[in-house]
């Protein structure tokens, strides 16, 4: 059959179906290779089945990413019928073998950066090989098909990373760092705002580095003012910032918008002086504590997320002590957890991983008992403020919301348990998109997006329970 006939014979895909593992990065590059195949005039559905053109965006993160990503990708495949499945994303770029052997129903696969190729994949084309993620392009561009509410959005502010910690594989998977300029990142906020977003969550790998590759120095503070120029944008939110350069010039000039909520993710994997120093983190917990009494002196009512990694190769038990001293002295309002997996392409992956995995798992959840006291601790001292809210999500009665499931172990629940109208989910400044907890309250008259003020009323470690007060505009 000659090229011309093979062509006339393919039936171009129309529907695609995109899915997504990983993180809210990986969301964003779902979200730009979605509104490019739109701007192509490809529809966009959401069941695997009713689709042409099935899509998964993989996590190669750590090695139970990897699991999870392959396990999805054979439950694709064995769903897909004449469908063509494509493996894109993270899992793909680091892949030390032949993903297709792996999983036989997988017809194409694409580096981090070639989502744009999605389009020639649904023509009948066939996929490039993979490039160096240094040269991934950033695939955000033009109006992206959001896959949050309306009013809440992702802005990546750059991509990869220059840091060099020994655990971490995301400068082989993304590169090193490329931030965007100022001017790029404003069409794309006033684009999204002219969607409806009134919440700009900023992300990178490094976000306190922003603009350092472009200027030699960092510039979140100049990229945070251009954005409060923007009138509809109402919170701009800070994620990833790395602790050694988080400097109290840059926390000064960042905090100084008002637009930019008291609350800020500064994953510190570990405070013990032994343990940092072999993870390559290059920070100083005793500085960092000043840190944050200089954010604390300027922003008192800043509430903070923080990431731990537990049985680290050589972790021993004074280090676990000083870990949780850090976390106990700190006082963080929000933590993440997760343990130690060896990784190929890093350095602590040629290592010996000396800590049995039941111990890892244990240290975890001594941590996280320990985040549950320090968290209850913090959001009773809140009781009775009264704060800004947005509403994410309204649900139909108490069930539907899986409310009973919401630990409260102070104040009052206004009678939500037993409620029988709609119950909304909403979040103050100190709350991130689905990351951390946020605020219950009666969701009569509210829907997703709307704003209000409520005083806080009741709470457990990770959630509160407002009454609500004034509708806001």
């Avoid at 490329?178 to 992300?203: K, Y």
Wanted: proline content about 4%; some cysteine; hydrophobic content about 40%.
């Amino acid at each position: 059959m000659t090229r011309g006939s093979e062509e006339a014979s393919f039936s171009p895909v129309r529907r695609v179906y995109l899915e997504t593992l990983g993180c809210e990065k990986n969301l964003v590059d779902s979200e730009g290779a979605l509104g490019l195949l739109m701007d192509q005039g490809f529809e966009i559905v959401d069941r695997a089945a009713d689709a042409e053109l099935i899509v998964l965006n993989t996590c190669g993160f750590l090695e139970s990413a990897r699991r999870e990503s392959l396990d999805r990708l054979r439950e694709l495949g064995e769903e897909k019928g004449e469908a063509q499945l494509v493996a894109i994303g993270c899992m793909v770029q680091g892949a030390t073998h032949d993903l297709q052997r792996e999983v036989p129903a997988v017809d194409h696969v694409l580096g981090v950066g070639q989502y744009h190729r999605l389009s020639e994949l649904a023509r009948g084309g066939q996929a490039p090989p993979l490039e160096s993620p240094d040269l991934a392009p950033y695939a955000g561009y033009g109006a992206r098909r959001l896959l949050t509410p309306s009013h809440v959005a992702h802005l990546k502010i750059a991509e990869g990373c220059n840091q060099s910690c020994s655990f971490c594989k995301i400068p082989a998977l993304r590169g090193g760092q490329r931030s965007r300029t100022i001017p790029e990142l404003l069409a794309e906020a006033h684009q999204l705002v002219s969607q409806g977003v009134r919440e700009l969550i900023l992300i990178s790998q490094n976000s306190s580095a922003y603009g350092i590759d472009l200027s030699g120095q960092p510039r979140l503070g100049d990229l945070c003012r251009a954005l409060s120029g923007i009138e509809e944008l109402r919170w701009i939110r800070i994620m990833y910032a790395y602790p050694p350069m988080l400097t109290l010039p840059l926390i000064e000039d960042v905090y100084a918008q008002e637009k930019v909520v008291s609350y800020l993710d500064i994953p510190v994997q570990h405070a013990s002086p032994s343990v940092l120093e072999r993870m390559k983190r290059g920070y100083d917990p005793e500085q960092f504590c000043r840190k944050i009494e200089a954010l604390r002196a300027l922003r008192p009512e800043v509430m903070l997320r923080t990431t731990a990694l537990l049985g680290f190769p050589g972790e021993t038990e004074d280090d676990l002590v000083d870990l949780m001293d850090f976390l106990d002295a700190v006082g963080f309002d929000h933590l993440g957890t997760f343990v130690y997996s060896h990784e190929t392409q890093t350095t602590a992956g040629a290592w010996v991983d000396d800590i049995d995995p039941a111990e890892k798992e244990d240290r975890r959840a001594r941590v996280e008992s320990l985040q549950w006291e320090i968290g209850q601790s913090l959001k009773e001292r809140r009781l009775g403020s009264t704060v800004e809210l947005v509403v994410d999500r309204v649900y139909d009665d108490v069930r539907a919301a899986e409310f009973e499931g919401v630990a409260l172990e102070a104040g009052q629940d206004l009678g939500l348990s037993e409620h029988e109208g709609p119950i909304a989910f909403a979040r103050s400044e100190g709350f991130c998109y689905e990351i951390d907890g946020g605020v219950w309250l009666d969701g009569s008259g509210l829907r997703s997006g709307d704003w209000c003020t409520g005083r806080l009323v009741g709470c457990g470690p990770f959630d509160f329970v407002a009454q609500r007060e004034k509708e806001l505009r």
